[in-house]
């Protein structure tokens, strides 16, 4: 029976953030709200409060929490008994000010994360950054929860943190636990589907919009650091071969970046895998029907569709990630 899913794309949600910009309009299709800083776009999001709708399509208008529920076995494949809803959140961030300091639990940490939820491992891949970026990623050494504490209360936090100057293309792994902020650049991120954060610091400034300071978690937050979580610097790619490199592999996701102007095959039999365009465009190609994909989207191949070719109108950068089934082995996109 032929499946109703096909390789579907999703209308990014956009998100006010103090620390945003206006950016993010040169790299999506869909007009940003007026007069707002727009610090993230949620490209794939199965959140109650943010649920990623199909763009186009028999499905247009459906929610990728519908399509969980109502498709389980055709969208998830072999995945389809691990999981209640989509295990991944994507966004684009545009980092025109700083963010808060920050941390995430980890998925053992129970007790400060809510029901429902997880912990939060992330990543990101740097797709513009200026001489006066800065990401910040782990602490120095001989930091501890006491003399972070201290510099909490005395506005001194950003010595106990590693900092380096990204550029374009920088993969950075930020697994839970790990403090980290960062500034003047935009970036792809792909991170467990939980929105569990715990602002450690936040520069002693005030949201324009409501003339006050954020609120801080500062005891949540230091009882969730790692504190030998250090130094964090850019991944080192793997090359796998066919103009593809694996950039992170973890036990939530794996994400391949693919620099080709040749066709290529993408997708895989039985599994669910997720293309992000960052640069260039091309076309998909799946049973009697080609799609565009542009730079910015987000396409999701359900695991019915499987393996596909791809072929770019000139060179394209995709991301094609992968949600890991940690009783199988790890398979390459090719």
């Not at 939980?194 to 230091?222: C, I, P």
């Not at 102007?261 to 260039?280: A, K, M």
């Amino acid at each position: 029976m032929k499946s109703i899913l096909y390789p579907l794309k999703f209308e990014p949600v956009y998100q006010y953030r103090l620390w945003g910009g206006r950016k993010l309009e040169s790299l999506l299709s869909k007009p940003l709200p007026k007069n707002e800083s727009i610090g993230e776009a949620w490209i794939l999001s199965d959140r109650k409060d943010h649920a990623s709708k199909v763009s186009d399509g028999p499905l247009q208008g459906y929610t990728i929490t519908q399509l969980m529920k109502q498709y389980p076995g055709e969208l998830m494949g072999k995945l389809k008994d691990r999981f209640d809803r989509f295990p991944l959140l994507l966004k684009f961030l545009d980092c025109k000010e700083v963010l808060s300091v920050q941390v995430h639990p980890s998925d053992n940490q129970k007790k400060y994360i809510p029901d429902g939820d997880t912990g939060k491992t992330e990543a990101w891949v740097v797709l513009e950054a200026a001489k006066d970026s800065l990401i910040y990623a782990g602490l120095t050494p001989g930091t501890n929860k006491q003399n972070l504490s201290k510099a909490v209360q005395s506005n001194s936090v950003e010595k106990h943190l590693h900092s380096f100057i990204p550029k374009q293309g920088d993969g950075i792994f930020i697994h839970s636990g790990t403090v980290h902020t960062l500034k003047g650049a935009i970036v792809f991120e792909v991170q467990e589907n939980s929105d569990v954060t715990f602002r450690l610091y936040d520069w002693d400034r005030t949201d324009t919009k409501t003339g006050k300071h954020r609120e801080l978690q500062v005891a949540d937050a230091l009882a969730c650091i790692d504190f030998e979580q250090i130094n964090i610097g850019p991944v080192i790619p793997v090359n796998e071969g066919d103009k593809t490199e694996k950039l992170f592999d973890d036990d939530h996701f794996i994400v391949w970046r693919t620099q080709n102007d040749s066709s290529f095959t993408v997708g895989y039999v039985n599994e669910p895998r997720i293309l992000v365009c960052i640069e260039g465009n091309g076309e998909l190609y799946y049973e009697d029907y080609n799609f565009s994909v542009n730079k910015g989207d987000v396409m999701l191949l359900p695991a019915s569709v499987g393996q596909c070719n791809f072929r770019p109108d000139n060179e394209i950068t995709l991301l094609e990630i992968a949600i890991p089934d940690k009783q199988m082995p790890l398979t390459n996109p090719q």
